[in-house]
C-alpha cells in the first residue's frame, strides 16, 4: 500500500513499517489511493488561539478562549480548552463555568487576517485552483499539478504544511479525497495537524453508520425532521433514490441522499462570491431604549462601510439584526433607492428598522448587514434625489484616511461615542 512520511517526505517504505525508515517518524500517511487523489480540504487548527500562542509563547500549555467579554460568545479556543467542553460560538459566561482557568484573550482580526494571507500564499504555489471557505479555511483541486511540482499532490500538502508551521507559526489538518466533501469530513477525522484521506471506494461503507448530523449543512432541525421520518444515519439515507428522496423531503431530498452517499459534483473555484457583508457587536450590558441601541448601531454602520470598501463592493440593501436578553433573535430587511457604502446612508435605513423594534424589549446584540450587494461603481453616485451623495463620499473617504494614519479615534461623530459612567 502507497506509504509517505509526513516528515521527511520520504514513500519508499515497508507496507508494515511502523516508521520511516530513513528519519524514523511514525507519522505516515497510507492508503491505496494516497498518490492520485487531487482534491483537499486544508482547515487550520484552531486558528485565531494558535496565532495567540505563536505570538504568546508562555501560553503554549494554558487553555486560550478568543472572545468578548462575559456576554460575548467563544470566537475560538485552543484544543487544550476543548478538552473541558468549552466550543466555538459557545457564550463565555458558559466556556468560562467550564474552564475557569482559561486566558481569554480580546479578537484582533488584523493579526488573523495577516496570518491567512500568508497561508493563502502558500496554498497558491501549488495550485491556482484555491477556493476559501472563510478566513482559515479552503478547499484545493490539484489535478495536473504533478508534472508542474514532480511530486504526486499528496507529497506538495505535506510540504505545504510544514511550510505553514515555519513560515507562519500555525498547523493545519489536510483532507485528501475525490471530491469537496470527502475532503472535508477527512479534515475532521485526525486533528489537530492531520493528515487524512478518504477514497471513493470506502466512503459509503465508512458514512453508513455515521449520523445525519455529520454531513455539512443539516443542522438540529433538519436533523430532527430526518429522525421523526426514520432516518438517524446517513446509511439509511443514501439507501434513497432519488424519487423517493423527493417524495419525502421535496427538492432538497436527492442531494441529502447523494452526499449521504459521499457524491459531490461540485467545482473548486478560485473566486467566492460574497453574498452578504455584515457587523455586529454584543453589549455589556442589555439596552432597551432607542437613544442606546443608536449608538452602537451608528458604529456597526461605520465598520460595514469599512468591510463594503475593502471588498470592493456595495449594499443594495441592508439587514437589521437584533437579538433580545432571552437569545430570541429579530431580523428586518429593507432595500435601498441606490447602493452605497456610506456610514449616514445605512444608518439612515436602518434607524426606522430599530425605531419599531425598540419597544421596551432587553436586546443583548445588535448587528447591520449588506444585503444584496452590488458594484462599488455604482455606489453614491448621485442623481436629482440626492445630489450630495459624491461629495459625502468624498468626506468619508477623507476620515478613513485619516482613521488608517492616526488610529480610528482620530475622527468621532458624536452619535457613535459611548456613553461615560
Known sequence: MPALCRDCF????????????????????????????VVAHVDCDAFYASVEKRDRPELAAKPVIVGGGRRGVVAACCYI??????????????ALRLCPDAVVIRPEMAKYAAAARQVRALMERLT???????????????????????????VMLAR??????????????????????????????????????????????????????????????????????????????????????ARRFGEEGPGLAARARGEDARAVTPEREAKSIS?????????????ALEAPLWRMCEKLARRLREKDLAAGGIVLKLKTAGFALRT?????????RLPETLFAAARPLLAKEADGTAFRLIGIGAQPLAP?????????????APKRAAR??????????????AVALGRGLKPRR
Not at 454584543?282 to 432607542?290: G, K, M, N, V, Y
Open 81 to 94: 480548552a476543548r478538552t473541558t467542553g468549552v466550543r466555538s460560538a459557545m457564550p463565555m459566561f458558559k
Open 396 to 409: 468619508w473617504q477623507a476620515v478613513e484616511a485619516l482613521r488608517a494614519k492616526y488610529g480610528d479615534a
Open 128 to 154: 491556482p485552483l484555491v477556493q476559501p471557505l472563510s478566513i482559515d479555511e479552503a478547499v484545493l483541486d490539484l489535478r495536473g499539478t504533478e508534472a508542474l511540482h514532480r511530486a504526486p499532490p499528496a
Open 160 to 245: 505545504f504544511a510544514r511550510s505553514v508551521e515555519q513560515e507562519v507559526g500555525v498547523t493545519v489538518s489536510i483532507g485528501l479525497a475525490p471530491n469537496r466533501l470527502l475532503a472535508k469530513l477527512a479534515a475532521e477525522r485526525d486533528k489537530p495537524r492531520g493528515f487524512a484521506v478518504l477514497g471513493a471506494a470506502e466512503a459509503r461503507d465508512w458514512l453508513a453508520p455515521q449520523p445525519v448530523t455529520l454531513l455539512p449543512g443539516i443542522g438540529p432541525a433538519l436533523a430532527r425532521r430526518l429522525e421523526a421520518a426514520g432516518f438517524a444515519t446517513l446509511g439509511q439515507l443514501a439507501a434513497l433514490d432519488a424519487r423517493d428522496a
Open 279 to 291: 457587523a455586529e457587536t454584543t453589549f455589556d450590558a442589555d439596552l432597551r431604549e432607542i437613544a
Open 10 to 37: 520520504g514513500t519508499g517504505m515497508a507496507e508494515e513499517a511502523p516508521a520511516c525508515p530513513a528519519c524514523g517518524s511514525r507519522r505516515l500517511a497510507r492508503h491505496r489511493e494516497l498518490f492520485t487523489l
Open 376 to 388: 462599488a461603481e455604482d455606489a453614491d453616485r448621485g442623481d436629482l434625489a440626492d445630489p450630495l
Open 332 to 340: 428586518r430587511n429593507a432595500r435601498l433607492p441606490a447602493p452605497t
